[in-house]
């Protein structure tokens, strides 16, 4: 059975740091692309920041850049979101989903799109107070 567990959102200040983490199992780490994803109340799903297991390659949301960092430890099957520099507006339930790793080509277009995600976590909240 697939799984993707997210942990570690909360409730933090403006300019605090949290670490989101994404366990997966029942599939091949190393074959797939990890994103996270968020969704606050009334916006559509966005990509946040994903990693290609198969490579290592990585890619941000411009909204993020320089804030937060995404990585993975491969023999533990967890992805993690480092999320510094919190603004209200980061306020969203935090999902992380898996996707069959492609060429960096294929993923620098792909990666923020939701529809081709296979798999989906059930979402951490994080909120960012002023």
């Known amino acids: 059975e697939v799984q993707l567990v997210e942990s570690g959102g909360g409730l933090v200040q403006a300019g605090g740091s949290l670490r989101l983490s994404c366990a997966a199992s029942?599939?091949?780490?190393?074959?797939?692309?990890i994103t996270w994803f968020r969704q606050a109340p009334g916006k559509e799903r966005e990509g946040v920041s994903c990693i290609n297991s198969s490579d290592g390659s990585t890619y941000y949301a411009d909204s993020v850049k320089g804030r937060f960092t995404i990585s993975s430890d491969n023999a533990k099957n967890t992805v993690y979101l480092q999320v510094n520099s919190l603004k209200p507006e980061d306020t969203a339930v935090y999902y992380c989903a898996a996707t069959r790793a492609r060429s960096r080509l294929l993923m620098s277009i792909l990666w923020a799109k939701p529809q081709r995600y296979d798999y989906w976590g059930q979402g951490t909240q994080v909120t960012v107070s002023s």
């Open positions: 029942g599939f091949t780490f190393d074959d797939y692309a």
